[in-house]
């Protein structure tokens, strides 16, 4: 059969492509190595798919070109995205901060893209391994162990590294790299930090949670964080980890809502009370002890110096960690960087110098916050693409 258009990846943005495209009378079909499509939608949100955030604006993304993502997102917006989830009766709720989340499962979404697909009569070849990819005469051709097949139009799709254990990997850049699309160094995002042995703080608090604002450079994200047995984690954590870079400090402020003269007022309320009793009044038990032990103030507050009480409190307010790297791809939820925006159109995800080479999602160089960003990211890019490329064969 002859295609219009070749989608290499069955991810939330190739199937966002396909149906676009198929939907507007495009011959398409998606190629994928796995067996079943949509492998990230499946674990994402603890199987529930957090599929959007109402908040998905440029500014919550990272990008060598901080407004590459806008005319996407404005075409394709977080409502629109919802109107479909409506139309098929899947019962969501807003958990924080925007993130919407299925009732049911994730599983819903998978069914939904495919539904769609389907009525754009989408082919697809699944558990094909990609062994070649060239192109000839204004035509892509792509060897698979299913078949050979040839489009004049190709989307990349694949993603990027982040959890390899689903079968993600780098094919994206080399095949970027094959036609003369630059790479921005890939690395991990929205991925829990590891410490060094020599950082004594965390080692008794694995478990132990707090909300807290967390800073990396001119980043700050105030949600929880959560120490482990290798380091630190939570929502907060995986937020400025995509802003940090390795032998940056990250800093903490373990008390958000406190006057910086907290210590001292509780010195002045509570005067034969212990620091560790001041801080078990804002903080969970385990975390209150082992700062007010870092911090090495005996005693009762009334014994305790107001300048001391101060210094105590700047550190409280910005409690610095020196993390010795992150848990990797393996753990990551996206990947950072990947084929360079100065290489595309930010209206068609089209390669500027090889007519007829698209690419979407994660594979580029744009990453949302965590909490349903980078989905938005896959349905905006995808339907961009899957407009030109149904502009093209009808123009």
């Known amino acids: 059969m002859q295609h219009d258009a070749i989608i290499l990846g069955a991810g939330g943005a190739g199937l966002f492509c396909a149906l676009t495209a198929g939907q507007m009378g495009a011959r398409v079909l998606v190629i994928d190595h796995n ?5 990230k939608i499946l674990i994402s949100g603890g199987g ?29 917006t977080p409502a629109d995205f919802v109107d479909l989830v409506r139309r098929y009766n899947i019962a969501f709720h807003e958990k924080t901060l925007g993130q919407l989340f299925c009732d049911g499962s994730a599983k819903q979404i998978v069914a939904m893209l495919m539904d769609e697909c389907a009525a754009g009569r989408v082919d697809f070849a699944f558990g094909a391994a990609i062994s070649n990819v060239s192109h000839a005469d ?5 060897t698979t162990s299913a078949g050979i097949y040839s489009a ?24 970027s790299k094959q036609f003369g699309l630059k ?22 608090l694995a478990g132990v949670a707090a909300e807290v604002v967390a800073k990396a450079g001119k980043s700050a994200f105030r949600e929880a964080a959560l120490f482990t047995h ?31 003269d ?55 307010k910005g409690w610095a960690f020196r993390p010795d790297g992150t848990e990797g791809f393996a753990k990551a939820e996206v990947t950072a960087g990947g084929i360079d925006t100065a290489g595309l159109s930010s209206r068609s995800m089209a390669a500027n110098h090889i007519e007829g080479l698209f690419a979407i999602g994660e594979a580029v160089d744009v990453t949302g916050w965590l909490g349903g960003y980078n989905f938005q990211w896959a349905w905006a890019s995808g339907h961009a693409a899957g407009t030109a490329i149904a502009e093209r064969v009808h123009s």
Request: charge should be positive; aromatic fraction near 8%.
């Open 183 to 204: 790479i921005i160094p890939p690395r991990p995002a929205l991925v829990p930090f590891t410490l060094p042995q020599t950082e004594n703080l965390f080692r008794e």
């Open 152 to 175: 004049p139009n190709l989307v990349i799709a694949t993603g990027g590294p982040a959890i390899p254990k689903l079968g993600a990997t780098g094919f994206a850049y080399q095949l």
């Open 262 to 316: 907290w210590l001292i007022s509780a010195k002045r309320q509570r005067p034969k009370a212990g620091l560790k009793s001041v801080l078990g009044s804002a903080l969970p038990e385990r975390l209150a002890t082992a700062l007010a032990d870092t911090l090495g103030l005996g005693g009762d507050m009334a014994s305790q110096k107001d300048a001391a009480l101060t210094a105590a409190m700047q550190r409280l």
């Open 230 to 260: 290798k380091g630190l984690s939570g929502p907060a954590m995986l937020q400025v980890s995509s802003y940090w870079r390795h032998g940056e400090a990250i800093a903490v402020d373990f008390l958000p809502d406190a006057p910086t």
């Open 48 to 76: 529930r798919c957090n599929f959007t955030n109402i908040g998905a604006v440029p500014d919550r993304y990272l990008s060598e070109n901080k407004h590459f993502a806008r005319s996407a997102l404005s075409r394709y």
């Open 35 to 39: 067996q079943e499509p949509g492998k």
């Open 138 to 142: 204004g035509r892509f051709t792509v």
